[in-house]
């Protein structure tokens, strides 16, 4: 599996303001996935995102609150925007199998 | 898209073999099963993966059905450290070659001394 760089590992913000969460992969691959975690819960798929496309998001999920941005085949960005509470979360990248540690997200 | 029911929790004692059940009766002809494993506040990791034949690796064997409706992944030693939440998870083909990987809830495996 690929490996995964994921960061920050965790941050804790305030409500209203954004969060851009990194990922960085080891190896050049065509799609990056974004999931989260809820506390306690399975993971949740957000969006697939493909280098030179926009993202795909799920039902649930849209882009004015997930941007996501791909700029080549090893890199990729989610933003939380406009936070509340309810998105304190764990935050997830995948990419060629692999899993990135998460971002243990906390809004006040 | 497939889902994929597994029971919520299991115990095993160590050095037995832990056998943990998946079903996907939706599944298509094309879509793979996969399983990862998650333990506590790290992001999942591989096991195994398979189409239709069984599978088998350094970590685990899974076993499928002849009809895909259900597989098993079999940890055939269990130690303590294979104490985590086990998803069974389908890949779900899209357009143009995209995948997408669906998760299930998930089973939290106990292994005992």
């Known amino acids: 599996s690929a490996v995964i760089s994921q960061k920050p590992s965790r941050d804790i913000c305030q409500r209203g303001t954004s969060l851009t969460i990194q990922c960085q992969v080891d190896?050049?691959?065509?799609?990056m996935f974004w999931y989260r975690q809820q506390p306690g819960q399975s993971l949740t798929l957000i969006a697939t995102?493909?280098?030179?496309?926009?993202?795909?998001?799920e039902s649930g999920f849209v882009i004015d609150k997930f941007p996501i941005s791909r700029p080549n085949l090893t890199f990729s960005t989610l933003t939380v925007s406009n936070m509340s509470p309810e998105d304190s979360s764990i935050y997830l990248c995948?990419?060629?199998?692999?899993f990135g540690s998460g971002t243990q997200l906390s809004v006040l | 898209d497939a889902k994929t029911t597994q029971p919520p929790s299991m115990d095993c004692a160590e050095g037995r073999a832990a056998n943990l059940p998946c079903n996907h009766s939706?599944?298509?002809?094309?879509?793979?099963v996969y399983w990862y494993r998650q333990i506590h506040s790290q992001g999942p990791q591989y096991i195994i993966h398979?189409?239709?034949n069984n599978e088998t690796n350094e970590m685990a064997s899974l076993i499928i059905t002849e009809d895909r409706k259900s597989s098993t992944l079999i940890l055939p030693h269990a130690t303590l450290r294979d104490t985590a939440v086990y998803y069974c998870?389908?890949?779900?083909?899209?357009?143009?070659?995209?995948?997408?990987?669906?998760f299930g809830t998930g089973t939290r495996l106990k292994v005992l001394a």
């Open positions: 939706t599944i298509s002809g094309n879509e793979y």
């Open positions: 398979g189409l239709k």
């Open positions: 995102a493909n280098q030179g496309s926009e993202a795909t998001y």
């Open positions: 998870i389908v890949r779900v083909g899209g357009t143009s070659g995209t995948y997408k990987y669906i």
């Open positions: 995948s990419a060629g199998g692999g």
């Open positions: 190896s050049q691959v065509t799609m």
